[in-house]
């Protein structure tokens, strides 16, 4: 099972919107509504900050968002604070396999 | 609260053997299927292997099947990773995370322990 897609790095300025996206196959990301992103910061345990695509757990901001069309699932942060400066994996449900992370994204706030 | 905390990482010769530990704490443990899931130093997030709520169904990796065992002891709300033959490229920080409540479709991990690091070299 390889690992999905995202870009290596994305950044924005405070207040700005960045949109990270997670690129799989249809027996991964395209084939279930099951897809989860993690924030973790340098150092810490991963935090699930969005699940089934969109959701979001109680307590994480609803700056966070997240969307999936075809094979791609985004995750998109709003208003664009400090303290999400952080590292974002995305994580889809794969059947078999039976869960695949993404490669992880940098978000840099300028 | 919900807790984990990880511990039994440290240093290994290749070939080696460990066994990581999970204790849980604040829910109820024997309810809930459990994973680990590992980060070489300086990667990306790997899932490992997960275990349902009693114990009878596990499912792991290609990269680790037949080399390691995950157990639980649900009376001390304890999670095991039994990781034999190891290899220079099993060096990693690893996870325990919580899953489903057993019966129940979650398909995501939350919360996870601080972690716990694996090295193995000579």
């Known amino acids: 099972q390889s690992a999905l897609t995202q870009p290596r790095s994305v950044s924005g300025s405070p207040g700005q919107s960045v949109t990270i996206s997670c690129t799989g196959t249809?027996?991964?990301?395209?084939?279930?509504?099951?897809v989860s992103w993690y924030q973790q910061h340098p150092g810490k345990a991963p935090k699930l900050m969005i699940y089934?695509?969109?959701k979001r757990p109680s307590g994480v901001p609803d700056r966070f968002s997240g969307s999936k069309s075809g094979n791609t699932a985004s995750l998109t942060i709003s208003g664009l604070q400090a303290e999400d400066e952080a590292d974002y994996y995305c994580?889809?449900?794969?059947?078999?396999?039976?869960?695949?992370f993404g490669t992880g994204t940098k978000v840099t706030v300028l | 609260e919900v807790q984990l905390v990880e511990s039994g990482g440290g240093l290994v010769q290749p070939g080696g053997s460990l066994r990581l530990s999970c204790a849980a704490s604040?829910?109820?443990?024997?309810?809930?299927?459990m994973h680990w899931v590992r980060q070489a130093p300086g990667k990306g997030l790997v899932w490992v292997s997960r275990?349902?709520?009693?114990?009878?169904?596990?499912n792991y990796a290609d990269s680790v099947k037949g080399r390691f065992t995950i157990s639980r002891d649900n009376a001390k709300n304890t999670l095991y990773l039994q990781m034999n033959s190891l290899r220079a490229e099993d060096t990693a920080v690893y996870y325990c995370?919580?899953?489903?409540?057993?019966?129940?479709?979650?398909?995501?991990?939350?919360?996870w322990g601080q972690g716990t690091l694996v090295t193995v070299s000579s």
């Open positions: 995370a919580r899953g489903a409540v057993q019966g129940v479709v979650m398909r995501w991990f939350d919360p």
């Open positions: 604040g829910f109820t443990f024997s309810s809930y299927w």
């Open positions: 275990l349902n709520s009693d114990g009878s169904t596990t």
């Open positions: 249809s027996s991964d990301v395209g084939g279930y509504n099951y």
């Open positions: 089934d695509v969109s």
């Open positions: 994580c889809s449900y794969a059947g078999s396999s039976p869960f695949v």
